[in-house]
């Protein structure tokens, strides 16, 4: 365990989820596997929370879920984004931009 | 499209919480092995990587739960394991929550039974299309001393002619007709009605056509519209009626139409309907004998039809002659009024004030069954008191016991409710089937939606509120931490419950007085000498002799006297007479001219109420004749000027009855003087609890719908009927007997208000009386049981059992006592709205107040002595071993 890691920002936890998606389709470990790697174990993902939130973005329209075969010959529960997800990943990741932006700036000026 | 997807996914969880909750187990198990497969592939051992995973993740349980907890079924579900958990408890004490339930269901019974009659009666609009319309065309005639003046031809066209606010006006005249040529001759209930009747309620024929104005067309083809249930009756169906003749009144009519099953017209029975043929050019001034409808354009409010129907009013002396005899100005005189009201209103009459004072009292009623639930609930929050504070210390929220206090309760209402509601069923069953009742439109009386909507918001109401007092006591924010500390017997709490028996025992007085109050109304109806005796000795019957029968009136007359002969002759029969009314039954009123009292120049002298008699009548009802002598046969038969008058008439007039014999009367200038010969006990013709009107008796001559009043005691029974039946075809086959019905119908119909009000505040007053005992009673037994230590220390210190006895005795006095005292109060303020109802007792009659609160008092007493005696007989040994 490292003690660099931390939780999820509060209130990015969907987004992380929809463009981890967007790739390609996983199931919840892969997406948990995906987002601490890509943040370099910044990120740490609560698997209860992880869980809630797919049945959340499911239930939104957001994502297709699926019993699939793994790899390695066992079942599970796949998420796939649809095209609503697609969208709402493009209206997050517009107004995270926006607010990083701003955030930034002010970091800025306060120097 | 989300909001239909969650609500999907959601009730898909819901049914399947089994495989839902199985997905998501299966989801985190696999989590977890790919987790741990994960560790090992970084270099783990097989035990490290999973005790890794394991700690990381948490149980799998815990994520299930997580999973589950942000759905929104989840918040339906803990509502529902709640309310499952408070059923349970519920049914574990099953003595309280039976209580609980059956005074509750009392309650919520009475008060929805009340309201769904009121609702039937008094605010559901009539069935005709915008019925807020119609109007009945009523008036007042101040100057001779008539509150309630009907109307008359004269005025209907003169309305008809002249008024601006009426779309549709029509008169109409409820009355029998004689139907014959099919079998026995039967009299059939008539609606006699002018062309435009059904057209101002905007009813349709459910067959055939309405009335044209060709059809009241003196002179036209005669055409009748039968109910759809005397077509059904006479002619098999409806629609074989139609097209075909009846014999009315000896005139044959064609059927054509028939009226919707479900047609009602102000609760007259109603088999025929037959338009008037009016001649305009006929018609006299004054003949008040009518009724009238009419519809009012829209947007005319009353006040505007009022006045102008007070501007068409004078123009009517000017369209038609003032009747023959009259006085020239008698039409002037009597400054006749418009005094319209809804057509709801004239139906309605005077039962709506009844219903509210009973309304009340059921009210009253739902509040002391609410005071003593909820006093029970607080006993039992007491019994919970660890329980709770334990599960405060755990951490339970005070929103999570306050939503589990609650939800008991409002179980417990709803049970009650459903009870109360199967309870309303059968008592407006019991109502509609009772003919003791008086209330109008009684048979439309049913559980409608309001009712049902009212019940269930009282059910929830009563639940939530008498719940909230154990909450605001328990779990509010503030009391979760009093709780928990667990004080022994916070005088606070017992303030509550004797606050809530002594409110009770205010309610209950209410309710006491005013049945008190009812039941000394009823015993003074009681005591009023009608005016006759045992009605229910005298069967009385109808016979019209229509004019195509018998055209002649002498030998009218003639036919009645053979049939009260007949009469006369039939076993056990003591006395007959003929009358134009039975007693109780209405009469006609005119203008009585008195020889020897001049009223003025141009007054009118005042309306009298008169009736028509053959001889025998005092006999025949058992009335009294006070002086002088009955009318004879031979006034009868050489058409003698002589007449009898009431008692009260006679002391009005002449100041004695002896004074009265020999003085002179009449109707009219045109008619000669009429000697009075006799003098007759009052009759307390408009009821018990009205003055007996004053009145003329007139010899019968000119009537052609009579009653026979038949003095017998088989009066009543069906082979007596029967033998008169016979005894009536003997002289003419072809007359029907009809309404037939002994003088006690009537007599107990003028009680029926009273009986009705008394019947129902009695037993709202009973079961207030038995729930402020069943009340005190909690609550003394409860106070002996908390203090048993208390009383064990001074019986141990000498206390004696008599002593013991005497303090909580006195404890259940002074909370009756209190409770009586405000309900007194309270009982003078509101039995003022029972004013109307009452007869021979003031709202305030000091007896009837000391007797229902000493009733209550001793009640009190008694439920006090039982705990009180108990703990009276505490071992003090005992009881201080305990602790």
Same mark, same amino acid.
């Given at each position: ?111 | ?69 942000? #759905? ?443 049945? #008190? ?367």
């Amino acid at each position: 365990m490292d003690e660099a890691n931390t939780d999820v920002i509060q209130g990015t936890l969907d987004m992380l989820i929809l463009k981890t998606l967007s790739l390609e389709p996983m199931h919840g470990f892969g997406v948990a596997r995906r987002i601490e790697q890509v943040s370099k174990g910044v990120f740490k993902v609560n698997p209860g929370s992880l869980m809630t939130a797919f049945q959340r973005l499911e239930r939104l329209g957001w994502l297709d879920a699926e019993w699939k075969q793994t790899e390695n010959a066992r079942k599970a529960k796949y998420y796939s984004l649809t095209r609503a997800g697609r969208k709402q990943l493009d209206v997050e990741t517009t107004t995270w931009n926006r607010r990083v932006s701003a955030i930034a700036r002010l970091l800025k000026a306060e120097a | 499209m989300s909001l239909w997807r969650r609500l999907r996914d959601g009730l898909r969880v819901l049914a399947k919480r089994q495989s839902a909750d199985s997905a998501v187990d299966e989801e985190a198990r696999h989590f977890l092995e790919e987790m741990t497969a994960d560790f090992e592939a970084r270099g783990m051992t097989a035990g490290e990587a999973r005790r890794a995973a394991q700690m990381q993740m948490g149980s799998v349980v815990a994520v299930r739960e997580q999973v589950r907890e942000s #759905g929104w079924e989840h918040a339906l579900w803990s509502l529902w394991s709640d309310t499952r958990y408070a059923l349970r408890r519920l049914s574990r004490s099953a003595g309280f929550s039976i209580t609980a339930v059956v005074t509750l269901s009392l309650g919520i019974g009475a008060t929805a039974a009340i309201f769904g009659v009121m609702e039937s009666v008094l605010l559901r609009p009539l069935p005709y299309p915008e019925s807020d319309r119609l109007v009945a065309l009523v008036h007042r005639a101040p100057g001779i001393n008539l509150e309630y003046l009907r109307m008359s031809p004269s005025l209907y066209f003169t309305y008809r002619e002249e008024a601006r606010v009426f779309e549709d006006l029509a008169i109409w005249n409820g009355g029998r007709a004689t139907v014959t040529g099919m079998g026995e001759p039967e009299e059939a209930r008539t609606l006699f009605v002018t062309h435009e009747f059904l057209r101002v309620l905007r009813v349709q024929p459910a067959m055939g056509r309405g009335f044209t104005p060709t059809d009241g067309a003196p002179g036209a083809a005669r055409t009748v519209i039968l109910s759809d249930e005397y077509g059904n009756r006479r002619f098999g169906s409806a629609s074989s009626a139609l097209g075909r003749h009846i014999v009315v009144d000896g005139n044959p009519h064609e059927i054509i139409g028939v009226l919707p099953a479900d047609f009602e017209f102000l609760d007259e029975p109603v088999s025929l309907v037959i338009p008037r043929r009016l001649r305009r050019e006929e018609e006299v001034l004054i003949a008040f004998s009518e009724d009238g409808i009419a519809r009012l354009k829209p947007g005319v409010t009353l006040e505007q039809a009022n006045a102008d129907v007070a501007r068409c009013l004078p123009l009517a002396p000017t369209k038609f002659p003032l009747n023959r005899g009259f006085a020239a100005n008698a039409f002037a005189d009597a400054r006749i009024a418009p005094g319209l009201r809804t057509l709801k209103d004239q139906l309605i009459g005077d039962s709506g004030r009844t219903l509210w004072v009973l309304m009340g009292a059921v009210s009253l009623l739902l509040l002391i069954a609410c005071a003593n639930v909820a006093n029970l609930l607080l006993v039992r929050a007491d019994a919970r008191q660890r329980e709770l504070a334990v599960r405060v210390a755990l951490g339970a929220g005070w929103m999570r016991i306050a939503r589990e206090l609650l939800l008991e309760s409002v179980m417990l209402a709803l049970g009650g409710g459903t009870v109360g509601l199967a309870l309303c069923f059968i008592a407006i069953e019991v109502l509609k089937g009772s003919a003791f009742t008086s209330l109008p439109r009684l048979q439309s009386v049913s559980v409608d939606f309001w009712t049902l909507a009212l019940t269930a918001g009282v059910a929830l109401g009563c639940g939530i509120l008498f719940g909230l007092i154990p909450v605001w006591r328990y779990a509010r924010p503030a009391a979760a931490g009093v709780a928990a500390r667990w004080a022994t017997e916070s005088r606070e709490r017992r303030r509550t419950r004797t606050l809530l028996v002594a409110s009770q025992v205010a309610l209950a007085t209410v309710l006491l007085v005013s049945s #008190g109050l009812m039941l000394r109304t009823f015993q003074s109806l009681r005591r009023v000498d009608p005016g006759f005796t045992h009605p229910d000795q005298v069967q009385a019957v109808r016979v019209s002799i229509p004019s195509s029968l018998l055209s002649d009136s002498m030998l009218v007359f003639r036919t009645q006297e053979a049939v009260l002969r007949k009469f006369e002759a039939l076993a056990g029969v003591t006395a007959v007479s003929i009358t134009s009314s039975p007693p109780m039954e209405g009469t006609a009123r005119n203008p009585l001219l008195v020889a020897d009292h001049d009223y003025g120049e141009g007054n009118l002298p005042p309306v009298r109420s008169m009736r028509d008699v053959s001889p025998g009548f005092p006999a025949s009802i058992g009335g009294r004749l006070i002086a002088g002598r009955d009318l004879s046969w031979t006034d009868l038969h050489s058409h003698a000027r002589v007449c009898l008058i009431s008692e009260n008439l006679a002391r009005e007039l002449w100041s004695s009855p002896q004074a009265a014999l020999g003085k002179r009367v009449r109707r009219n200038l045109r008619e000669d003087w009429a000697e009075v010969v006799g003098v007759l006990g009052d009759i307390r013709d408009d009821g018990l609890q009205n003055a007996a009107p004053k009145m003329v008796y007139w010899p019968l001559l000119r009537s052609r719908h009579v009653d026979l009043l038949i003095r017998t005691p088989r009066a009543g029974s069906a082979s007596f009927v029967q033998e008169l039946r016979q005894a009536l075809a003997s002289v003419n086959a072809n007359l029907p007997l009809a309404n037939i019905r002994t003088l006690e119908t009537y007599y107990r119909q003028s009680l029926a208000r009273a009986s009705f009000a008394l019947t129902l505040l009695g037993i709202a007053g009973g079961m207030a009386l038995l729930m402020g005992v069943v009340g005190i009673y909690g609550v003394i037994a409860y106070s002996v049981s908390r203090r048993r230590r208390d009383i064990g220390i001074r019986i141990a210190l000498g206390a004696s059992a008599k002593g013991v006895t005497q303090l909580f005795l006195r404890e259940g006095f002074l909370v009756a006592g209190a409770g009586a005292g405000v309900g007194i109060t309270a009982a003078l303020v509101l039995t003022r709205w029972m004013h109307s109802l009452l007869h021979g007792v003031s709202a305030a009659d000091p007896a009837t107040y000391l007797l229902a609160s000493a009733a209550l008092i001793a009640a009190a007493i008694i439920a006090s002595w039982l705990p009180a005696r108990r703990a009276a007989r505490i071992d003090p040994m005992e009881t201080l071993r305990a602790e």
